[in-house]
């Protein structure tokens, strides 16, 4: 197996991996309000989250960028309570350009405090490694794949419940929305750096 390959693989079982269920919850909750016929801008959200954890991931894996690995496990599930909340606070399940983009921005800086919880995971496996940028662009690459597996499972789950079963897409997301509240808030307290 190539290098590209083994990094590839690590980023997609890292973050698809169900150990990692905060990043799993933190993806589906991004996108709760989002239906199939929006994947365009559902691509553009999950690439505003690449782009925030892709640079931190690097600047943290070279030293550049130093922060407390209790406060980035606590900050993880606060970025899932501040999305969850976000998304009961809309009103309608039209889509709203303004809430698009102030989605697209929190994305974006949620994605910095990801990155720094990737990047203590990468830095254990680039210890052995002499060149960091191959393994670096492939685990990044890893990651993006495995974002767009769940985007696509929360998508397709959206269209059978909502078109088929006619489930609400309000109801989806409360109940998505709901259990990123739930689930932050209990990780949270188990997380408090304090």
Known sequence: MSIFELYLN???HHIADLRGYDHILFISTLIAVYQLKHWKKVIVLVTAFTIGHSTT???ATLH???ISPDWIEF???VTIFITAFINLLQKSDNFDRDIHFFKYLTALFFGLIHGLGFSNYL???LGA???FVWPLFSFNLGIEVGQFIIVSIVLALNLVLVKWVHIRQRDWRLVISGAGLGVS???MGNRFPF
């Open 129 to 131: 490694e002499s060149s």
């Open 75 to 77: 900050l993880i599930p």
């Open 10 to 12: 690590l980023g997609i």
């Open 185 to 187: 808030l209990v990780l």
């Open 123 to 125: 830095r254990s496996l």
């Open 57 to 59: 991931l690097a600047l």
């Open 64 to 66: 550049i960028l130093r």
